[in-house]
């Protein structure tokens, strides 16, 4: 009879240790996963075209518009895209948008365009989850990049992400959108 209860013993402890080695391999993921989200935009992320490139040729919808836009557009002034997500909003980065984009707003004395890479209707709640105080969610042009082509073509991986172009036309660098300017990591 002791030798039942101590088999049976010795059962149940190599379960505890068996469940308890995958918690643990589990709970390594999750947090691993959660780095991935979570973690600062690397340098190696950010870059996209090489400072001092024309900015590459593109035609987008204006959001809340019958119009469309394309490279030649921005020639004249200097103008920041700031690329955003739906699908990214959790990231560390859109905590602080409302405040920098607003910053870039009045800096840049309203050449600033929203470059959305999501439906209408995502890039409309975007548009309004970040209001931007003195400015209204129609005040700050929106892009509809439905298919990122847009971004694939600044070589975009991450949002937001700032491309701050010049009055001839070329990148002038990219970065993330802090308060009014844009931040090369």
Not at 16 to 37: C, N, P, T, W
Not at 107 to 126: A, K, W
Request: aromatic share 8%; glycine share 8%.
């Amino acid at each position: 009879m002791q030798t039942i209860f101590w088999l049976g013993y010795c059962v149940l402890c190599g379960i505890i240790v068996f469940e308890g080695m995958v918690l643990q391999e589990l709970l390594d993921q999750a947090l691993s996963h959660k780095r991935l989200y979570t973690r600062r935009v690397s340098r190696r992320e950010v870059i996209g075209l090489p400072t001092g490139t024309r900015v590459p040729e593109f035609y987008g919808a204006l959001l809340n518009s019958t119009r469309a836009l394309n490279r030649s557009w921005f020639k004249g002034n200097e103008t920041v895209l700031v690329f955003v997500a739906p699908h990214d909003t959790s990231l560390p980065g859109y905590r602080q948008l409302s405040t920098a984009v607003h910053a870039l707003w009045h800096r840049l004395e309203e050449h600033v365009y929203m470059v959305c890479s999501g439906n209408q209707r995502e890039c409309r709640q975007l548009a309004s989850s970040h209001s931007i105080s003195g400015c209204t969610e129609h005040d700050i042009p929106m892009l509809l990049d439905q298919g990122g082509s847009i971004a694939r073509a600044f070589r975009i991986q991450t949002t937001p992400v700032a491309v701050e172009l010049d009055e001839d036309g070329f990148i002038k660098r990219y970065g993330v959108p802090v308060a009014g300017s844009v931040d090369t990591p």
